[in-house]
């Protein structure tokens, strides 16, 4: 309590603050930045977390593994739009090219699923290289539209290809084993989940606060600056796509074996529509926002299931007005 | 059907196609021009265009017939509904951005996209719309072995008419003097006491109409609507204005009528699963050896 004070004292002093909530989230700011605070905070809430498949129905739980998928999403989206500031709009199919690789593989050579990642990290890469390519090029705008028309033909390719199922997908694909265990049950699945979003959280924030990071943000800030300093834009923009493509092509791997079956309609323009806007809302660029988005983007369809088809207008609309009086997102990172 | 016949009819449809996608391309082209914006409500604004010409159509056929009179009816009020629409947006969701960063511009144009998209879902409940007329779609002139419908020919006309007063309007106007003088330097045009805001706000108007044409196109040549067909349509028309040289009026043309031609080529040779393919394809391989399109200007500009 005392620390939650003082935090917010010393927050006025620094940030210029208006209204309640900017007072809140400085102290909390504050708080968080000291050790004891981490601990407490951190602590209480990965207890929390860890203990939620103890008192939580299996609905919540399998709100909760969505939520988390879609953070796995969302922190692999944050590296190419949040760090680098290219934009793109088809996500969805990054995780649907590591979903079909590892169900293509499954069903067709019975390979182990663990196997299978690395064949996925590489199907993600060479799709990367292919698209990011010839557009990365270009002018950023370019990089959307191409990335739009590659969620297009990935979800066309699945619909007409044999070995993808066409249009009814791929089904019955078996769980993975885990210390010689079939993971089955949706509270294993939602701590399988947990250690992947840490281990994405973690690789990302390394990521972010390495060379190639700040070389990224300084890309997003100013372009020339950073390719006048000596930063190869052209090769840092294509290695932040290509890192981006391979965390959803993960994603999409272990969504595939938890879900057991694929078609191409779990591809579409939608998918990667909510996954830019949980990272833009969320706040471009810093790790806890975009999966606080990503959350946000999960639950509130579930709690808002009576107005339905409304839902995506008030997104829209929510969108623009978010983009007019807070570019920056909900939460954003604080500039050093 | 003979396969020279075969051919011919897959050409007219290749070149009533490319009139759709030259007219959307348009004004994603003057948008690009003028402001850099990718406009992705654009193949959205399309779509409201048919079904505008369709709702006003309902009520003029039973004063003047469910004939061309009404259809023509329902293209004029269609354009200067979209126009003003557009024009709104533009002044509502894009003008305060028109100073921030490319991306958050980008993104409040698929917010606008996103709600006409849903709200022309929760208007017709999701279901297809049809348009009945007493056109007969089948009638039309005889070319030696081949028939080309007057449906068909009629929006050709209709296409090349408003593209040469385009062009005339853009190289002969002081309007047009004004829209190309902004894609070129905004703030000298300012200086020259050129009313940016007001030029910006008629690129909108005008291409929107255009896109309400091409709307109002679809009414009568696919008969059924969907609020879904904008989307589609509008990237395809996009991968038009690129391949054309985005930015360049005469490059959307020509880039539209290509690319509605290298479909309907592509469909007959290797089937119509595969048609929407084709346009990303003719995109990847565009920006890999030419990305500067057709007419484009040579310079690469980032962002």
Redesign the interface.
């Known amino acids: 309590m005392d620390n939650r004070k003082n935090g917010a004292a010393v927050a006025a002093e620094n940030v210029k603050t208006t209204g309640f909530f900017g007072h809140l989230i400085n102290g909390l700011y504050a708080f968080t930045d000291k050790p004891a605070g981490k601990i407490v905070v951190y602590g209480g809430l990965l207890l929390i977390w860890l203990s939620a498949p103890l008192w939580t129905s299996t609905y919540v739980q399998e709100v909760l593994w969505n939520c988390m998928f879609y953070m796995l999403l969302a922190i692999g989206c944050n590296i190419i739009v949040g760090f680098c500031g290219l934009c793109d709009l088809g996500y969805a199919a990054k995780f649907a090219v590591g979903a079909y690789v590892t169900a293509v593989l499954i069903k067709t050579l019975h390979v182990s699923f663990w196997l299978t990642i690395p064949a996925s990290i590489g199907a993600s890469m060479l799709a990367a290289c292919i698209i990011g390519g010839p557009a990365l090029r270009l002018r950023s705008d370019y990089l959307a539209i191409v990335t739009l028309g590659f969620g297009e033909i990935t979800r066309i390719v699945a619909r007409n290809l044999a070995i993808t199922g066409k249009a009814q997908g791929i089904g019955s694909i078996p769980r993975p084993e885990l210390f010689g265990m079939q993971i089955t049950k949706i509270w294993m699945w939602f701590y399988v989940f947990t250690v992947l979003v840490v281990l994405f959280v973690f690789v990302a924030s390394n990521i972010k606060n390495s060379r190639f990071g700040r070389a990224l943000e300084y890309i997003r800030e100013d372009e020339d600056a950073a390719e006048a300093m000596g930063v190869d834009v052209v090769k840092y923009k294509l290695w932040a796509f290509i890192t981006g493509t391979i965390f959803g092509g993960v994603a999409g791997s272990f969504w595939v074996v938890k879900m057991t079956s694929i078609t191409p309609m779990a591809f579409q323009f939608l998918q990667s529509a909510n996954i830019l806007l949980a990272v833009v809302l969320g706040g471009m660029g810093k790790i806890p926002g975009v999966m606080a988005g990503a959350a946000f983007f999960t639950i509130f369809p579930e709690i808002f299931r009576e107005i339905g088809d409304m839902r995506m207008l008030f997104f829209g609309l929510l969108l623009i007005i978010v983009m007019i009086f807070r570019p920056q997102g909900l939460w954003p990172e604080r500039r050093r | 059907m003979s396969l020279a016949q075969v051919w011919f009819e897959q050409l007219m449809n290749g070149l009533v196609l490319g009139s759709f996608y030259a007219l959307i391309a348009l004004g994603y082209s003057m948008v690009y021009g003028i402001i850099?914006l990718?406009n992705f409500a654009h193949g959205d604004i399309y779509m409201w265009g048919s079904f505008v010409t369709l709702f006003i159509f309902g009520y003029a056929s039973v004063v003047v017939g469910s004939g061309w009179a009404a259809v023509l009816l329902g293209m004029i009020t269609a354009m200067i509904f979209m126009g003003l629409v557009a024009f709104f947006i533009q002044r509502f969701?894009y003008r305060?951005?028109f100073d921030?960063?490319?991306?958050?511009?980008?993104?409040?144009a698929?917010?606008?996209?996103?709600?006409l998209?849903?709200?022309m879902?929760?208007l017709t409940n999701?279901e297809y719309k049809f348009f009945n007329s007493d056109i007969n779609v089948a009638a039309g002139i005889a070319i030696g072995p081949f028939t080309l419908t007057y449906v068909k020919l009629i929006m050709l006309i209709i296409t090349a008419v408003l593209m040469i007063s385009l062009s005339l309007f853009i190289n002969r106007t002081i309007w047009g003097k004004a829209m190309r003088g902004i894609a070129q330097d905004k703030n000298t045009c300012r200086l020259m006491g050129i009313n940016v805001n007001k030029i910006i706000g008629l690129t909108f108007f005008i291409g929107s109409a255009l896109a309400a044409v091409a709307g109002c196109m679809a009414c009568v040549y696919y008969g059924s609507l969907h609020y879904f067909m904008g989307?589609?349509m509008g990237?395809k028309a996009?991968?038009a204005a690129?391949i054309g040289g985005i930015g360049s009026i005469p490059g959307a043309m020509l880039g539209g009528i290509l690319l509605g031609l290298l479909e309907a080529v592509g469909t007959q040779v290797i089937g119509s699963?595969?048609k929407?393919?084709f346009?990303?394809?003719i995109?990847?391989i565009m920006?890999?050896f030419k990305?500067t399109g057709m007419m484009g200007k040579t310079e690469?500009?980032?962002?």
């Open positions: 850099k990718l969701a305060p951005l921030a960063p490319r991306l958050s511009l980008l993104i409040t698929i917010g606008v996209s996103m709600i998209y849903n709200l879902m929760v999701g989307y589609i990237i996009f991968t690129v699963a595969w929407d393919v346009a990303f394809v995109l990847i920006l890999i990305p690469i500009e980032r962002m």
